[in-house]
């Protein structure tokens, strides 16, 4: 049985190293080389060429490396038979809460004006809400999303939470599916978008849908860069209708040299580096996939294709 594996970030020697200490009889391979086809068994990968998937006959799974598998899901060459199944990890959890939490807090609590006044030599205090009177709506609540949430509470926010479905999160209020969506803007200071790219999640935050956040507030991107309108997002910042923006994912990365939120004041970018995890938390994942698919157990975290996610 073999593993084929296409690294990204960790590399694969990494991934390696922890999947065969748990199962030592396991034939990995690094793309491309491939070997014999007919005895790959599982894909481990973040994206592979559209044709790439038809000379596995004997497929079992494809696990994403990470937490976003729409690459995979787009591949033309899936068979729509093979499950996909994401490898996700609690690191990925602690890393996205930190990028996020240092977002609110930056804006909240003003350090970059902070940062800016040092270089001025201006010693002032700037007054800010207590937390309580700071309305946080977080897009997404699942294994990320609600991490961040229920970081926020302990941290005395005002947290709300929109997904597709209701969540009972002590001390989050719950928002569900679309006819619910404008009353969550519309009771978020600060908006924090976690969620995947699907077919439901393009251009969720349009001209429209930002138009309702509350005058001032900021919105803080780390699922997907085609959620966000990003001309929109600009022209409302620019009114004064919004306050500004950290965004660890674009529509295109890197984005271009002249593209406009490089050189923007109010914009702040970091590249696609919020939700970092290695490849050893991941890999316990894969661990499990095989040794379930071995003994006949159903498969865990797998995609619901026909949503993405």
């Known amino acids: 049985m073999t593993l084929l594996i296409k690294p990204g970030r960790d590399a694969a020697e990494n991934w390696i190293k922890t999947i065969t200490a748990a199962i030592p009889d396991l034939d990995c391979r690094i793309w491309p080389d491939i070997g014999d086809p007919e005895e790959v068994k599982y894909v481990l990968a973040n994206e592979l060429p559209d044709d790439a998937f038809a000379q596995f006959p004997n497929l079992k799974f494809v696990a994403g490396t990470a937490v976003g598998v729409e690459r995979i899901l787009k591949n033309k060459s899936l068979p729509a038979d093979i499950p996909v199944i994401r490898a996700a990890n609690p690191e990925r959890a602690a890393t996205m809460t930190g990028w996020a939490l240092h977002h609110v807090l930056r804006h909240h609590r003003h350090f970059a004006q902070y940062e800016e006044n040092q270089t001025a030599k201006v010693w002032e205090h700037l007054k800010y809400l207590p937390p309580e009177d700071v309305r946080i709506g977080v897009m997404g609540l699942g294994n990320l999303g609600g991490t961040v949430a229920r970081t926020l509470v302990d941290l005395r926010y005002d947290v709300a939470g929109w997904a597709r479905s209701k969540k009972d999160i002590p001390g989050i209020e719950s928002f569900a599916g679309p006819e619910a969506f404008e009353d969550f803007l519309k009771r978020s200071d ?43 997002l600009m022209e409302a910042i620019d009114s004064g209708a919004l306050s500004g923006a950290a965004l660890d994912v674009l529509e295109v990365e890197p984005p271009a040299d002249d593209h406009p939120f490089w050189d923007h004041p109010k914009i702040t970018l970091t590249p696609h580096y919020a939700c970092a995890g290695r490849a050893v938390y991941g890999a316990q994942v894969i661990i499990d996939a095989i040794k379930d698919m071995r003994a006949g157990k159903p498969l865990a975290r797998v995609v619901d294709k026909s949503e993405g996610y």
């Open 190 to 232: 600060i908006v924090i978008s976690i969620l995947p790219n699907t077919k439901g999640t393009f251009k969720l935050l349009n001209r429209e849908r930002l138009a309702l956040l509350p005058k001032g507030a900021y919105v803080i991107n780390a699922g997907r860069g085609t959620l966000l309108d990003e001309t929109a």
